[in-house]
Protein backbone atom coordinates (compact mmCIF):
# COMPACT_ATOMS: atom_id res chain seq x y z
CA UNK A 1 0.00 0.00 0.00
CA UNK A 2 1.84 3.12 -0.92
CA UNK A 3 1.47 5.87 1.48
CA UNK A 4 2.12 9.52 1.07
CA UNK A 5 3.70 12.11 3.36
CA UNK A 6 3.42 16.10 3.53
CA UNK A 7 5.88 17.97 4.87
CA UNK A 8 7.24 21.69 4.73
CA UNK A 9 3.98 23.83 6.52
CA UNK A 10 4.24 26.19 8.56
CA UNK A 11 3.66 30.02 9.76
CA UNK A 12 4.65 32.60 7.35
CA UNK A 13 4.26 36.04 6.21
CA UNK A 14 1.73 37.49 3.90
CA UNK A 15 3.98 37.54 0.70
CA UNK A 16 6.06 34.83 1.67
CA UNK A 17 6.99 31.55 0.16
CA UNK A 18 6.48 27.98 1.20
CA UNK A 19 7.19 24.93 -0.03
CA UNK A 20 5.61 21.48 0.48
CA UNK A 21 6.61 18.57 -0.45
CA UNK A 22 5.12 14.77 -0.99
CA UNK A 23 6.74 11.40 -0.83
CA UNK A 24 5.54 8.51 -1.78
CA UNK A 25 6.67 5.17 -0.67
CA UNK A 26 5.59 1.75 -0.01
CA UNK A 27 5.54 0.34 -3.62
CA UNK A 28 4.90 0.90 -7.45
CA UNK A 29 2.49 4.12 -7.61
CA UNK A 30 1.55 4.72 -11.29
CA UNK A 31 -1.53 7.27 -10.53
CA UNK A 32 -3.44 8.91 -12.86
CA UNK A 33 -2.08 12.18 -11.00
CA UNK A 34 -0.67 13.48 -7.83
CA UNK A 35 -3.13 16.15 -6.51
CA UNK A 36 -3.19 18.62 -3.66
CA UNK A 37 -6.06 20.03 -1.69
CA UNK A 38 -6.48 22.20 1.54
CA UNK A 39 -9.11 22.70 3.79
CA UNK A 40 -9.79 26.08 5.84
CA UNK A 41 -11.64 25.17 9.43
CA UNK A 42 -14.97 25.07 8.80
CA UNK A 43 -14.93 24.94 4.92
CA UNK A 44 -14.99 21.90 2.86
CA UNK A 45 -11.84 20.16 1.33
CA UNK A 46 -10.86 21.76 -1.76
CA UNK A 47 -8.40 21.47 -5.14
CA UNK A 48 -5.53 23.48 -5.02
CA UNK A 49 -3.55 21.55 -8.15
CA UNK A 50 -2.40 18.67 -9.43
CA UNK A 51 0.24 17.15 -11.68
CA UNK A 52 -0.35 14.22 -14.21
CA UNK A 53 1.74 11.59 -12.95
CA UNK A 54 3.20 10.54 -16.41
CA UNK A 55 2.39 13.73 -18.36
CA UNK A 56 3.91 16.18 -16.31
CA UNK A 57 1.29 18.61 -17.21
CA UNK A 58 -0.16 20.96 -13.81
CA UNK A 59 -3.50 21.94 -13.56
CA UNK A 60 -4.04 24.75 -10.99
CA UNK A 61 -7.44 25.83 -9.44
CA UNK A 62 -8.47 29.86 -10.21
CA UNK A 63 -7.18 31.14 -6.86
CA UNK A 64 -3.66 29.77 -7.02
CA UNK A 65 -3.11 30.50 -10.85
CA UNK A 66 0.09 32.14 -11.34
CA UNK A 67 1.12 32.19 -7.51
CA UNK A 68 1.51 28.29 -6.80
CA UNK A 69 3.62 25.60 -9.02
CA UNK A 70 3.58 22.03 -8.71
CA UNK A 71 6.42 19.55 -9.84
CA UNK A 72 7.75 15.95 -9.23
CA UNK A 73 11.03 15.13 -8.69
CA UNK A 74 10.83 11.47 -10.06
CA UNK A 75 14.27 9.86 -8.17
CA UNK A 76 12.65 11.20 -5.27
CA UNK A 77 8.66 9.92 -5.88
CA UNK A 78 8.27 13.43 -4.43
CA UNK A 79 6.52 15.75 -5.74
CA UNK A 80 6.66 19.73 -4.72
CA UNK A 81 3.81 22.54 -4.33
CA UNK A 82 5.59 26.21 -4.54
CA UNK A 83 3.05 28.29 -2.86
CA UNK A 84 4.39 31.87 -3.37
CA UNK A 85 2.93 35.71 -2.91
CA UNK A 86 0.76 33.99 0.13
CA UNK A 87 -2.51 35.33 1.39
CA UNK A 88 -4.37 34.89 4.49
CA UNK A 89 -6.56 33.03 2.93
CA UNK A 90 -4.26 30.06 1.78
CA UNK A 91 -3.97 29.49 5.19
CA UNK A 92 -5.40 25.40 5.46
CA UNK A 93 -4.23 22.03 6.33
CA UNK A 94 -3.06 20.89 2.95
CA UNK A 95 -3.35 17.49 1.55
CA UNK A 96 -1.75 15.19 -1.48
CA UNK A 97 -3.83 12.28 -2.75
CA UNK A 98 -2.93 10.36 -5.55
CA UNK A 99 -6.02 10.45 -8.28
CA UNK A 100 -6.86 7.27 -8.76
CA UNK A 101 -10.35 7.39 -10.50
CA UNK A 102 -11.17 9.30 -13.95
CA UNK A 103 -13.83 11.22 -12.28
CA UNK A 104 -13.42 14.47 -12.12
CA UNK A 105 -9.59 16.31 -11.41
CA UNK A 106 -11.47 18.27 -8.77
CA UNK A 107 -13.33 15.74 -6.78
CA UNK A 108 -11.97 14.57 -3.74
CA UNK A 109 -13.81 11.23 -4.83
CA UNK A 110 -11.38 10.43 -7.11
CA UNK A 111 -8.56 10.69 -5.07
CA UNK A 112 -7.21 7.86 -2.64
CA UNK A 113 -4.24 7.13 -0.46
CA UNK A 114 -4.41 10.84 1.65
CA UNK A 115 -1.33 11.79 3.29
CA UNK A 116 -2.13 13.04 6.66
CA UNK A 117 -1.78 17.28 6.01
CA UNK A 118 0.25 19.76 7.10
CA UNK A 119 -0.53 22.93 8.30
CA UNK A 120 0.32 26.21 6.26
CA UNK A 121 -0.29 29.62 7.98
CA UNK A 122 0.01 33.02 6.98
CA UNK A 123 -0.36 35.99 9.01
CA UNK A 124 -1.43 39.18 7.50
Keep these: ?60 ADSVKGRFAVSKDNAKNTVYLFMNSLKPEDTAVYYCAARTSLFSLYSTSSYSNWGQGTQVTVSS
Design 1 to 60: QVQLVESGGGLVQAGGSLRLSCAASGGTFTPYALGWFRQAPGKEREFVAALGWSSGIPVY
